[in-house]
């Protein structure tokens, strides 16, 4: 596989800042969206009182709450891509320091690492899980 070559400052200004700028945007309506729907949840868990519906309000606040959590990391790692634009270092591996492939970065363009250093990490982890277990 051909080693992958640093983003021109072109192409981050005019490839992906757009393209991160545009996924702010919708995680921001999703989190809007997100957030009203656990208020109207909060609401009608006033009127439940049966156990029932009780149990089902609360997993359905604590799996919004999961995915707000989700989002809003999501949203933070999207803006810290966007001061990486400006500093001229997006699309550089944080681990190795090598350039991440530009497809890497159209598909996740929050991605803070290459492949092979993704894959270190998911490794890492899952034997870190499986010493837990």
């Not at 809007?32 to 519906?53: F, N, P, T």
């Amino acid at each position: 596989m051909p080693k992958a070559k640093k983003l021109t400052k072109e192409e981050m200004e005019n490839i992906f800042k757009p393209l991160i700028v545009k996924e702010i945007e919708k995680l921001e309506k999703e989190i809007k969206q997100l957030s009203s729907e656990a208020l109207s949840e909060e609401e009608r868990s006033i009127y439940a009182v049966h156990a029932a519906d009780v149990s089902g309000d609360f997993y359905e606040k604590e799996f919004s709450a999961g995915l707000l959590s989700k989002e809003y990391e999501t949203l933070s790692v999207l803006r810290y891509a966007l001061e990486k634009i400006e500093h001229g270092t997006y699309g550089i591996c944080e681990s190795c320091g090598e350039p991440i492939p530009k497809g890497r970065l159209k598909i996740m363009p929050y991605a803070l690492l290459c492949v092979k250093c993704e894959e270190e990490r998911q490794k890492k982890l899952n034997g870190q899980i499986k010493k837990l277990l």
